[in-house]
């Protein structure tokens, strides 16, 4: 018997005011990535939810993915991974993915937890969903595939009023923890702490489908960049148009200020064509309409304007 949706309406409403009351909706203006696992450096898996993260970023939040980093499984490499995102960057979204499977090596969860010293318990509720969705699976393992399994509902908890009340000199506000069931199919949650860092799983495919099931609980809280992406295609070599987009990335950020236009340069060898992509933020469309004719008139190589799904095209 599955989940049903009035339990998942309740659940999610119950989490969203309690973080709504908690930590009053804290804005995303950008985010970062963190992929874990040893089979993306070692080449065993090529990695697409970086690359299906940055999407969603730009098309759906319209924000800025300011840093992604892939990590091995290894305490010290994601707190060092952490570290770079949270302390050095500041960012205000963190989506981690991987490490969080039923074996040995799957350590994101613990590691996670110690990170924001919190406890690492056994989750009664994932549990519960485990027996509704997969117990005829469960039903099946001995009780030491039992317990493994179980790892992947031993999650990081929020400190109990007793342990807060004994550090109530501290100055650090406490972690707070969530877990979104946004999928009543799935028995797995999306553990969010401080609304700011969401743990996924590395599956491709449950990744790409959580990001954007997340998209309704993150789109109020974005404070847009308006980030608008337009292209440009042509025959002429990147060498050749190397001083000319160098000049013209000069002007605009004069005109604009630094940052706010960004050129980018993008060979497909294979088609013998480049496309130029021209990245604006908070511009108006005869700002960008103005750059696009400049670019038309002025790179050669039958020179033309080009749609999102054409340049995709090209990319394969």
């Keep these: 018997m599955g989940v049903s949706r009035r339990y998942l ?45 940055a999407r969603f970023c730009f098309n759906n939040l319209s924000i800025p993915l300011k840093r992604t980093i892939v ?67 469960l039903d099946k393992l001995n009780p ?39 999928d009543d199919k799935l028995w797995f949650p999306i553990v969010g702490l401080n609304e700011q860092v969401y743990i996924l799983p590395g599956v491709p495919q449950l990744f790409t489908q959580l990001i954007k099931d997340m998209e309704p609980m993150l789109k109020p809280r974005v404070i847009s960049s308006d980030l608008i992406r337009r292209y440009v295609v042509t025959k002429s070599g990147e060498t050749q148009l190397a001083p000319y987009l160098t000049n013209l990335q000069e002007k605009c950020d004069k005109k604009y200020g630094k940052g706010v236009l960004k050129l980018g340069s993008y060979p497909h060898m294979n088609l013998h064509i480049n496309t130029i992509s021209i990245i604006g933020q908070k511009l108006t469309s005869q700002d960008l309409d103005w750059i696009v004719n400049a670019l038309i008139e002025n790179i050669g190589g039958d020179a033309k304007e080009i749609t999102q799904a054409q340049e995709d095209e090209y990319s394969k």
């Design 144 to 182: 030491e595939q039992l317990n493994a399994f179980y790892r992947m509902a031993t999650l990081p908890v929020s400190p109990q009023p007793s342990s807060l009340a004994q550090n109530s000199t501290t100055t650090t506000p406490a972690t707070t923890v969530e877990k979104y069931f946004i």
């Design 71 to 137: 990590c091995g499984d290894d305490e010290q490499d994601i707190i060092n991974s952490l570290n770079i995102l949270l302390k050095q960057d500041k960012l205000d979204l963190i989506i981690t993915s991987g490490g969080l499977g039923s074996t040995h090596d799957d350590i994101t969860y613990k590691v996670i937890s110690d990170y924001f010293q919190l406890d690492y318990q056994l989750d009664q509720e994932v549990v519960d969903r485990m027996k509704s969705i997969r117990g005829d699976y």
């Design 9 to 53: 309406y309740h659940t999610l409403s119950r989490m969203t005011q309690l973080t709504t009351t908690t930590i009053k909706n804290k804005p995303i203006r950008n985010a970062g990535c963190l992929i874990i696992g040893d089979e993306i450096l070692n080449g065993k898996i090529l990695d697409t939810n970086s690359y299906n993260f």
